[in-house]
């Protein structure tokens, strides 16, 4: 089947089968290597969502596809005790360590952790006033559904934060390349023993919607706006999209 992006898809249910194998295979090593593989920039990619989305004492947050909680260990001390947060995430190794290296840091009280499919929340309508998915969304295989289920779950006036990656400056797209061909997998295999999980990823990003086409489906979803900000040269893109 192609889809309307012009990519071979994969049927649904290998993609989700597929998924869980890779985020099963490496939720133990999964922030040595995301420091590893990034340099440590994600961690300034994941400031910037914290600092644009304004997240104040009170609100509701839900980080989706969390994983193991750099965002949320933010947001908890950010809503305050009047506040709530939930770590969600498909796949139970990784919410499982998220849970405990976020107890570990004595952040409780306000936090909940709950297993989810992006495509299908089990939250109430106009509930959150924040979402935010970070490198989550490319690995949702029905990602039309997985936002208009953001969006019932937003309240009016409540904003989603999609940090993904996204197309690079096309000058920058050869190195890009040989970085993400020749050397992710390499690492991978060297860190956790496992090429394939992180030829996975490469592949994830390489079919996943660029910049504007995000901004549409985002809009199709019933966003009434979306906006994107391009970080290190578009290699990652912040998109907003709102609901009034
Ligand atoms: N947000 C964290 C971060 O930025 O470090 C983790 C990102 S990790 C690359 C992707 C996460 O998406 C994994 O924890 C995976 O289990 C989760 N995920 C994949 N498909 C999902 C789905 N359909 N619904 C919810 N979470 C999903």
Request: net charge positive; with cysteine; hydrophobic share 40%.
């Amino acid at each position: 089947k192609i889809t309307h992006f012009g990519f071979q898809e994969v049927p649904v249910e290998e993609k989700a089968h597929k998924v869980a194998e890779v985020f099963h295979s490496v939720a133990s090593r999964y922030d040595l290597m995301n420091d590893l593989m990034s340099l440590g920039i994600h961690r300034l990619w994941k400031r910037f969502v914290i600092e644009l989305s304004g997240v104040r004492p009170g609100m509701r947050v839900l980080d989706l596809a969390g994983g193991t909680g750099d965002l949320v260990k933010v947001f908890a001390d950010r809503v305050g005790n009047k506040g709530q947060v939930v770590l969600a995430d498909i796949n139970s190794s990784m919410l499982e360590k998220g849970r405990e290296r976020l107890t570990n840091l004595g952040k409780v009280g306000n936090l909940s952790y709950v297993q989810a499919n992006a495509e299908n929340l089990p939250f109430p309508a106009n509930y959150f006033d924040r979402i935010t998915i970070a490198f989550g969304l490319r690995n949702v295989t029905q990602k039309e559904t997985a936002l208009h289920s953001m969006y019932q779950t937003l309240k009016p006036g409540g904003q989603l934060l999609v940090l993904e990656f996204s197309k690079p400056a096309p000058w920058l797209a050869p190195a890009y390349d040989a970085y993400s061909f020749w050397a992710l997998p390499r690492i991978g295999k060297w860190v956790t023993g496992d090429a394939e999980s992180y030829r996975y990823l490469v592949e994830s990003i390489r079919r996943h919607p660029d910049q504007e086409t995000l901004c549409t489906l985002m809009q199709s979803a019933g966003f009434d706006y979306c906006d994107f900000h391009n970080l290190s040269q578009g290699i990652v893109a912040l998109h907003r999209g709102y609901k009034y």
